[in-house]
């Protein structure tokens, strides 16, 4: 099917999305979508930008997936204002697909919570969907992957343009196991503008959303919001009381949403979704200065060497041994500085 005719209405910066909403309603298939864009006089893109849009699909491999088209979510198309077309690197398919979503800039339990949740999620079958973006939203990507589950990444620019940039090697792994989804055109750039835009994206292809780590103008309250304005199941990770970071996460459990511990916490919402998997191996037995310095370090506080040297009266040579085995054995973690904790396991 030539698809030209449609795109030059579809993405233009200027699409009247609301009146294309209220027509999505009768659209159909294609050909009505393209006659009600006559019919309305949308803008469109030349012919020039249409097909370098195409052919740039084309060669990388983006599939275009149209609303009312084979392989359009249905969850997606039913939501107050669905994108008219995604372009997806990928695959999107999955029994269930749920949201982990929160802060760019959360504390380290947070990320580790994201990550241990996802994991859990993404080894029951479920598609753990987010944004790409640092913090809880990265953390959430990569718990899925490390489980050799499914994850979706929905992006606020074009799949040509990566962002954040860093982020490229992820979005290439998540392709690989998942999808990586925008409604723009592949060489579009990011802009402040569109990362709202993506967040109903977010919540319309998922049956819940668990928000972790969210302040009062946390941009991940927008999904929230979209998800109950959608009927979508809302959990989220409590926080402390005097914790600013925590702000809009409490509020939200305070008005209702459901609060998150454990992964059990979701899971129990969908129980058609499968018995438990097997359970992981047994946390590997740690000994003498290994064990010491495991029983001194935090969840949720990073510490330095110099710190555990102090605390422990340990030289710093066995407490570097001793962490290098920990390590090893995939029970500390090293932070940015020379800080560490413990994982989650």
């Known amino acids: 099917m030539d698809m030209r005719p449609l795109f030059r209405h579809l993405f233009h910066p200027k699409f009247p999305f609301e009146k294309a909403a209220r027509l999505l309603g009768e659209a159909r298939d294609l050909a009505v979508l393209e006659a009600a864009a006559r019919d309305h006089r949308w803008p469109a893109l030349s012919e020039a930008d249409t097909g370098k849009a195409l052919e740039r699909c084309a060669h990388d491999g983006f599939s275009v997936v149209p609303w009312g088209g084979a392989g359009y979510p249905e969850p997606l198309a039913r939501i107050a204002m669905p994108p008219l077309a995604l372009f997806v690197r990928g695959g999107m398919t999955a029994p269930l697909a749920l949201a982990v979503v929160g802060s760019r800039r959360p504390r380290p339990e947070s990320l580790e919570f994201a990550r241990h949740l996802a994991d859990a999620l993404a080894r029951r079958g479920v598609a753990v969907?987010?944004?790409?973006?640092?913090?809880?939203?990265?953390?959430?990507?990569?718990?899925?992957?490390e489980a050799g589950g499914t994850t979706w990444a929905v992006l606020g620019s074009g799949l040509a343009r990566i962002y954040p940039p860093e982020h490229r090697p992820l979005a290439e792994s998540i392709a690989a196991a998942g999808a990586v989804i925008s409604e723009y055109p592949p060489d579009t750039p990011p802009h402040a503008s569109r990362f709202p835009a993506r967040n109903r994206i977010i919540a319309g292809l998922c049956r819940g959303v668990v928000l972790v780590e969210a302040a009062a103008r946390s941009g991940s309250l927008i999904t929230?919001?979209?998800?109950?304005?959608?009927?979508?199941?809302?959990?989220?990770?409590?926080?402390?009381?005097?914790?600013?970071?925590?702000?809009?996460s409490n509020f939200l459990i305070k008005?209702?949403?459901?609060?998150?511990?454990?992964?059990?916490?979701?899971?129990?919402?969908?129980p058609e979704i499968g018995p438990a998997p097997a359970p992981k191996a047994e946390r590997p037995r740690v000994e003498g200065a290994e064990g010491t310095v495991l029983?001194?370090?935090?969840?949720?506080?990073?510490?330095?060497?110099?710190?555990?040297?102090?605390?422990?009266?340990?030289?710093?040579?066995?407490?570097?041994?001793?962490?290098?085995?920990?390590?090893?054995?995939?029970?500390?973690?090293?932070h940015p500085g020379g800080a560490w904790t413990k994982i989650l396991l």
């Open 224 to 248: 929230a919001r979209l998800a109950l304005e959608e009927g979508r199941d809302l959990f989220v990770a409590p926080g402390g009381v005097l914790d600013e970071r925590f702000v809009g």
């Open 255 to 270: 008005q209702g949403a459901k609060l998150v511990q454990t992964p059990e916490d979701v899971l129990e919402e969908y």
């Open 129 to 145: 969907v987010s944004g790409l973006a640092r913090g809880v939203d990265s953390s959430a990507h990569r718990g899925a992957l």
């Open 295 to 334: 029983d001194a370090l935090s969840f949720d506080r990073p510490q330095t060497v110099d710190e555990l040297a102090k605390t422990l009266r340990m030289k710093v040579a066995e407490l570097n041994a001793a962490l290098t085995g920990l390590e090893l054995k995939g029970l500390v973690r090293r």
